[in-house]
């Protein structure tokens, strides 16, 4: 695994968590497809029902389906926004904690496209449970990790503003804190080949995250629908909404009062016909087989 490491401070970055603008990473939503690979009945009749728009989209039907919630229980207490400096842009995704110093995140939400290269760690800045103004804790990140296999540079791509389909599955990110935050970490569980939620018992799906729409607050899909090593081992494809800012945000399975992150969201998957505009067809992301055994190793340093 990569590494990238740093023991200095980047003096001003907390101020991102006042900003009210954010310049988002033109990779960090949606990713353009004709004729996407389908993955199962449920999700084809969701994307029947998206009307198309003239630009691309992350709400996956005709309504959406997120709804803002306050970020003072668990595990929505454990979610964060995370912040990136990129030379005079600033941008955001959202990620999760896993451990005490620990957050799984988006690898495409650490790379800056102008440099064609990985951001160096304090430049990014993690803020847990945000809501407006007030929120649990922040730091800045030490060190960060990803997949050797993520490529992710300007001339890897299918087009600029695009992640490869085959990368999607290697598109996480491993970021270790400067300081503890107080919230309890969300564990990570692979379900290989696995079609969620399991229609025999009350479990369900959800994606949370900071949208561009609600930079400040985080918003939750319950309900959505969730499959592991589709269309590629390694991958995922859900029905659950999301907008640009939510690359990075957890793939929940909850159970009660028990939740499992068990993938990682990446992209929207779209069509585009002239004359009518894009069509969202389906989210993707990476199984949390990828990156079981990573943060393993990273929480036992």
């Known amino acids: 695994m990569r590494a990238y490491y740093t023991k200095h401070w980047l003096l001003g970055l907390r101020i991102i968590i006042t900003l009210k603008f954010a310049a988002l990473n033109l990779a960090a939503g949606t990713n353009a497809a004709r004729g996407a690979d389908a993955s199962g009945a449920d999700m084809t009749r969701l994307a029947q029902q998206a009307p198309p728009t003239d630009y691309r989209s992350g709400l996956l039907g005709a309504q959406d389906h997120r709804v803002p919630v306050m970020s003072d229980r668990w595990p929505w207490s454990s979610i964060g926004r995370l912040n990136t400096i990129m030379g005079m842009r600033r941008g955001f995704c959202t990620g999760t904690l896993i451990g005490p110093r620990h957050v799984i995140t988006a690898a495409h939400c650490l790379f800056d496209s102008r440099t064609n290269g990985f951001v160096k760690p304090q430049a990014v800045h993690f803020v847990i449970a945000q809501t407006k103004d007030e929120f649990l804790g922040h730091s800045i990140a030490a060190a960060f990790v990803t997949s050797p296999d993520f ?15 085959e990368m999607v599955k290697n598109d996480w990110a491993i970021i270790e804190l400067e300081q503890p935050l107080p919230s309890v970490a969300v564990p ?114």
């Open 151 to 165: 490529r992710f540079k300007v001339e890897e791509r299918p087009r600029w503003d695009l992640i490869a389909s």
């Open 188 to 301: 990570v569980r692979a379900m290989p080949q696995t079609d969620l939620p399991d229609r025999s018992t009350q479990d369900e799906i959800a994606l949370a995250g900071y949208g561009s729409d609600h930079a400040f607050v985080l918003s939750v899909h319950r309900g959505c629908a969730a499959s592991t090593d589709v269309p590629s081992a390694g991958s995922l494809t859900h029905t659950c909404d999301s907008m640009p800012g939510e690359s990075g945000s957890p793939i929940l399975l909850l159970e009660g009062e028990k939740a499992w992150i068990i993938g990682v969201h990446s992209t929207i998957y779209s069509s585009f016909e002239s004359g009518v505009g894009y069509r969202a067809l389906e989210g993707r992301g990476v199984s949390a087989s990828m990156f079981e055994a990573p943060v393993r190793a990273a929480l036992k340093n």
